[in-house]
């Protein structure tokens, strides 16, 4: 019974620190009588001190109180609050990774650029010392954007983008904005329930994008 197992390490503990302070107490004594015996009583104190320090022979009763202390259903109130976080946590999580899976199907239906816009691209990347990468045309997006990390896609609308808006994208992946908003939105998942820090997250990102739009 968990209960039984419970006392049972306790008395096993209490017992056996008794025997070793006992044992100590003879073995380093300046009485005559006691050092006469120090020799038996030094292997003895040993084997005490190891027996005080092992595990009771009771101890899975100890682990199973343990477990079915945690184990069952939310009691108090606190339990329930903390079920709600982590489910919070969950539903947050699983938006944003739903959201970024359902973009990158939405981009399997772009189609790749003209010559004329790879070559403004190209253009702009060795102007400014930046690394190129993927473009396709998407349509009925109302600005361009980067999406990806390991491979990622600069996605531009149908009427295609001027320099400077290529400029400001080719930034955001220069500085790997794409892996920092992943990075935010775990943060924003994790402490959901914290309207001061999401505030502190819209301005991250806010701050991502002056920055680059500074550099343009």
Same mark, same amino acid.
């Given at each position: 019974?968990?209960?039984?197992?419970?006392?049972?390490?306790?008395?096993?503990?209490?017992?056996?620190?008794?025997?070793?302070?006992?044992? @100590?107490?003879?073995?380093?004594?300046?009485?005559?009588?006691?050092?006469?015996?120090?020799?038996?009583?030094?292997?003895?104190?040993?084997?005490?001190?190891?027996?005080?320090?092992?595990?009771?022979?009771?101890?899975?009763?100890? =682990?199973?109180?343990?477990?079915?202390?945690?184990?069952?259903?939310?009691?108090?109130?606190?339990?329930?609050?903390?079920?709600?976080?982590?489910?919070?946590? =969950?539903?947050?999580?699983?938006?944003?990774?739903?959201?970024?899976?359902? @973009?990158?199907?939405?981009?399997?239906?772009?189609?790749?650029?003209?010559?004329?816009?790879?070559?403004?691209?190209?253009?702009?990347?060795?102007?400014?010392?930046?690394?190129?990468?993927?473009?396709?045309? =998407?349509?009925?997006?109302?600005?361009?954007?980067?999406?990806?990390?390991?491979?990622?896609?600069?996605? @531009?609308?149908?009427?295609?983008?001027?320099?400077?808006?290529?400029?400001?994208?080719? =930034?955001?992946?220069?500085?790997?904005?794409?892996?920092?908003?992943? @990075?935010?939105?775990?943060?924003?998942?994790?402490?959901?329930?914290?309207?001061?820090?999401?505030?502190?997250?819209?301005?991250?990102?806010?701050?991502?994008?002056?920055?680059?739009?500074?550099?343009?």
């Amino acid at each position: 019974e968990p209960g039984k197992g419970g006392a049972a390490c306790d008395k096993s503990m209490e017992f056996s620190s008794t025997n070793a302070g006992s044992f @100590l107490d003879s073995a380093f004594s300046s009485d005559p009588e006691k050092a006469a015996g120090r020799q038996t009583f030094a292997p003895l104190a040993v084997r005490s001190l190891g027996r005080a320090f092992s595990p009771p022979s009771d101890s899975g009763g100890c =682990l199973r109180t343990v477990s079915a202390e945690l184990s069952g259903a939310p009691k108090s109130a606190t339990d329930w609050l903390f079920v709600l976080y982590l489910a919070g946590v =969950l539903f947050c999580l699983a938006r944003y990774f739903l959201s970024y899976v359902f @973009l990158r199907l939405l981009l399997r239906r772009g189609r790749p650029v003209s010559e004329r816009q790879q070559k403004q691209i190209t253009d702009v990347c060795s102007r400014y010392g930046l690394t190129p990468c993927r473009a396709v045309i =998407l349509n009925g997006i109302p600005s361009a954007f980067v999406c990806g990390v390991f491979s990622p896609v600069l996605v @531009l609308p149908e009427k295609g983008a001027d320099d400077k808006i290529l400029l400001h994208e080719l =930034l955001h992946l220069h500085s790997m904005d794409a892996f920092q908003s992943i @990075l935010w939105s775990v943060c924003r998942s994790i402490h959901w329930c914290n309207p001061f820090l999401q505030y502190v997250f819209n301005r991250i990102g806010n701050d991502m994008e002056s920055l680059c739009d500074q550099r343009v």
